[in-house]
T-cell receptor
Framework: DGGITQSPKYLFRKEGQNVTLSCEQN?????MYWYRQDPGQGLRLIYY???????QKGDIAEGYSVSREKKESFPLTVTSAQKNPTAFYLC????????????FGSGTRLTVV | QKEVEQNSGPLSVPEGAIASLNCTYS??????FFWYRQYSGKSPELIMF????GDKEDGRFTAQLNKASQYVSLLIRDSQPSDSATYLC??????????FGAGTTVTVRA
């Protein structure tokens, strides 16, 4: 079945640690996106990539980094520079210039301990 | 001014009633409009999209678009407890990225 997979489902980070969230899709979509959602809030764009080996900052990129070495994969690293990383992280992908919208993964809930 | 604005809610409707959700957008050049449903603790799932002015019906859901007024709405007929969720309005911009509203939380009471 085609879809988009995020792992892990839950992640705990200690102060000062970098952590990487995985996002893999087998939908043959060109574009991939990372969003952050805080309780009771909407989606805020962190980074996006519309083609392999290229990515752009979104609205809240500070403290995050990404790579897009393969079409299927778009991992997000939450660095120690991100001072308030506790949130629900959503990865999405889109084909056809996003004219049919995004497909979302199931999300990763990151908590600082 | 926010790009996509929704009534924040919460919206409480009795079972069997019609739930009406509204969304306005600022980019007059937007061409594609989407409604996502998000259950608590889950990821958003696409329930409707609309490109042309007028109404589009899919089961108990009807999306309405008025580009002149920059307004898109979602009607949920015969509301069920399983419709209790947050509904996100999204608009596709010319840079092929979706802009999301903050969402409207709907509670269907039995």
């Amino acid at each position: 079945d085609g879809g988009i997979t995020q792992s892990p489902k839950y992640l705990f980070r200690k102060e000062g640690q970098n952590v990487t969230l995985s996002c893999e899709q087998n939908l043959n979509h060109d574009a991939m996106y990372w969003y952050r959602q805080d309780p009771g809030q909407g989606l805020r764009l962190i980074y996006y990539s519309q083609i392999v080996n290229d990515f752009q900052k979104g609205d809240i990129a500070e403290g995050y980094s990404v790579s897009r070495e393969k079409k299927e994969s778009f991992p997000l690293t939450v660095t120690s520079a991100q001072k308030n990383p506790t949130a629900f992280y959503l990865c999405a992908s889109a084909g056809g210039l996003a004219s049919y919208g995004y497909t979302f993964g199931s999300g990763t809930r990151l908590t600082v301990v | 001014q926010k790009e996509v604005e929704q009534n924040s809610g919460p919206l409480s409707v009795p079972e069997g009633a019609i739930a009406s959700l509204n969304c306005t957008y600022s980019d007059r050049g937007s061409q594609s409009f989407f409604w996502y449903r998000q259950y608590s603790g889950k990821s958003p799932e696409l329930i409707m999209f609309i490109y042309s002015n007028g109404d589009k019906e899919d089961g108990r859901f009807t999306a309405q678009l008025n580009k002149a007024s920059q307004y898109v709405s979602l009607l949920i007929r015969d509301s069920q407890p399983s419709d209790s969720a947050t509904y996100l309005c999204a608009v596709l911009a010319n840079d092929y990225k979706l802009s999301f509203g903050a969402g409207t939380t709907v509670t269907v009471r039995a």
